[in-house]
Nanobody, 126 residues
Framework: QLQLVESGGGLVQPGGSLRLSCAAS????????IGWFRQAPGKEREGVSV????????YYADSVKGQVTISRDNAKNTVYLQMNSLKPEDTAVYYC???????????????????WGQGTQVTVSS
């Protein structure tokens, strides 16, 4: 059964860091672009970052550029999201998602995802 499982969320103080993980099971990530999304209470889901199938191309939302770094280890079937300098407005449920896409990222990086994880809560508060 194809599954994505996020982990690494939690409560962190403003200015702190977290590293989220997205582990895949039931399929190999080698042919999938992986995206991270988040949804804050009362807000629509928004894209955070995307990485191409071989890790050669990454994309970041303007709101997180310079703050987060996406990476992947296909040997471990895992994608990571390193988040630094966290702010209260980063509080949200963070989801990873996968879509079949081989090659450099192009337009529509936020669209077309077939598989989603259950999400991990990130709370930034003092």
């Amino acid at each position: 059964q194809l599954q994505l499982v996020e982990s690494g969320g939690g409560l962190v103080q403003p200015g702190g860091s977290l590293r989220l993980s997205c582990a895949a099971s039931g399929f190999t990530m080698d042919y999938y672009a992986i995206g991270w999304f988040r949804q804050a209470p009362g807000k629509e889901r928004e894209g955070v970052s995307v990485i191409s199938s071989n890790g050669g191309t990454t994309y970041y939302a303007d709101s997180v550029k310079g703050q987060v770094t996406i990476s992947r280890d296909n040997a471990k079937n895992t994608v990571y999201l390193q988040m630094n300098s966290l702010k209260p407005e980063d509080t949200a449920v963070y989801y990873c998602a996968a879509k079949v896409y081989v090659g450099p990222l192009s337009s529509a990086v936020w669209d077309g995802y077939d598989y989603w994880g259950q999400g991990t809560q990130v709370t930034v508060s003092s």
